[in-house]
DNA sequence: TTACCTATCTGGACTAGACCAGCGCTATTT
DNA sequence: AAATAGCGCTGGTCTAGTCCAGATAGGTAA
């Protein structure tokens, strides 16, 4: 009869999975330094650092390149059916929500994107790349693709606001139909620039195809999520 | 000027997706073994199989516990709106459906499960247990739980078939309003255990809260896919 | 033929270090 | 007071091994 012993990388996990749970470590807190934790767990840092990597896969904490590992933060509740923009989304979620421009131009479609949009092959399509915060917290970037037909001179507006207000108050184009397409993976390396994270970090992408309220098929978006930022939920009736 | 030098884990990353992309290597074909690999770019297995877990985190490539590592198959496509059984969205990819019961039981249920039926404290709740496989891959492990006043007998019953099929034949229900909710995490170990992954694998979990056609609450599953198997897709009308 | 045993191969887990690059604080300079 | 240069600390990356346990296949005995 001998006792089972569970792997060092478990008893990490659970230890700091334990102390989380009971608020000793709020959200957004810091933890030690790897090699600090090392030393109290009496590991390498090697075994340590896998043992963040599984609490990081479980969504618990999260880690900021070359700054050090946090707690994370609760996940943002993102219901397909009860869609608004981002802005309104996490305000009604009593968080703070910030927006910011990387690029915006007018340049060739990709074979991907004229695919989505239906375009003719050598297109030109308006590209918006932003990244977006959560109580200051960068958890979301996103490449929108415009139909330029339907958009003009949108380059010059304020892209820092929500795109779904701009095309309200200056296009009069309100969201019809919309296609969701969902796939947990690895974040590209732009995201995980744009992110500020290390690149291969698990994450959610969420590709949307956008009908107006009359039916046209006027943009898509490339959403890349931060893994353990969202939960998704959708209530279906009648199927 | 110097040269911008790519990490090793980068580098091998690339190589190994240029092969399987272009087709060197067909889904389901085994890797060489770790050691052999690391011979081939030569560096240190953990380098290796860092790149190796890097791919896993992209889908590529996934392993199985103890035996190698093996090229992703194609996601199966997991429509929320057409909803249909398990066997048959497989088959209807033109793919081989399999089912395997692990545990079906009458027992008393968990604050979380009681939560989610709307059962009061100390009810009991039938759960089943099942590993399901595409093309003889394990993909998914599922969690059942029945409201037991709703399906008298249904144990004694075979579990391996489709409970929706089930449902309908013996006790006249079919699925109405159905509720989601998608969460990216690790697999806890008991999904872990069942698909025979190593514990901490990324998963994907996919709660549904069932009623009838009569809006009555039957029943939730817990799903936990392995996060490369599916891609999830719906399609919102009139937000 | 069938059942079992055993050697070998595989991934899983871990040790004990090293060097590099970026972040942030401090002390210096302007 | 503001800009800057320096430096220490942090995570990021990598080396070169070891030991262990499950999976597999080949051979041996019943």
Redesign the pocket.
């Known amino acids: 009869m001998r006792e089972e012993m569970p ?3 478990t008893t990490i996990c659970n230890a700091l999975q334990e102390q989380i749970e009971h608020g000793l470590l709020p959200p957004g807190s810091k ?1 030690p ?4 934790l090392s030393e109290v767990f009496d ?5 340590l ?2 043992a963040l990597v599984q609490l990081e896969a479980r969504g618990l904490i999260y ?1 900021e ?5 946090f707690i994370s933060p609760p996940r943002l509740a993102y219901d397909l059916m009860r869609r608004s923009h981002f802005h309104a989304m996490v305000q009604a979620q009593g968080r703070v929500p910030a927006t910011q421009v990387i690029s915006a131009r007018l340049q060739p479609a990709s074979a991907v994107i004229c695919g989505l949009l239906q375009l003719p092959a050598l297109s030109s399509v308006i590209q918006i790349c932003r990244a977006r915060r959560i109580d200051e917290r960068l958890v979301l970037y996103v490449e929108h693709y415009l139909n330029p037909e339907y958009f003009p001179q949108i380059l010059e507006l304020d892209l820092n606001q929500s795109l779904t207000e701009l095309y309200a108050r200056h296009y009069d184009i309100r969201y019809g139909q919309v296609r969701f397409e969902m796939v947990p993976t690895a974040l590209p390396v732009e995201a995980a620039g744009a992110l500020k994270v ?2 291969g970090s698990p994450g959610l992408r969420i590709a949307r195809v956008n009908h107006d309220q009359r039916g046209r098929l006027i943009d898509c978006d490339l959403e890349y999520w931060r893994h353990d930022a969202i939960h998704v939920s959708a209530v279906v009736a009648d199927i």
Chains 1, 2 share one sequence.
């Open positions: 792997r060092a990388v933890l330094a790897e090699r600090k590991t390498t840092r090697i075994t650092r896998e880690r390149e070359r700054r050090g590992w290390s690149i």
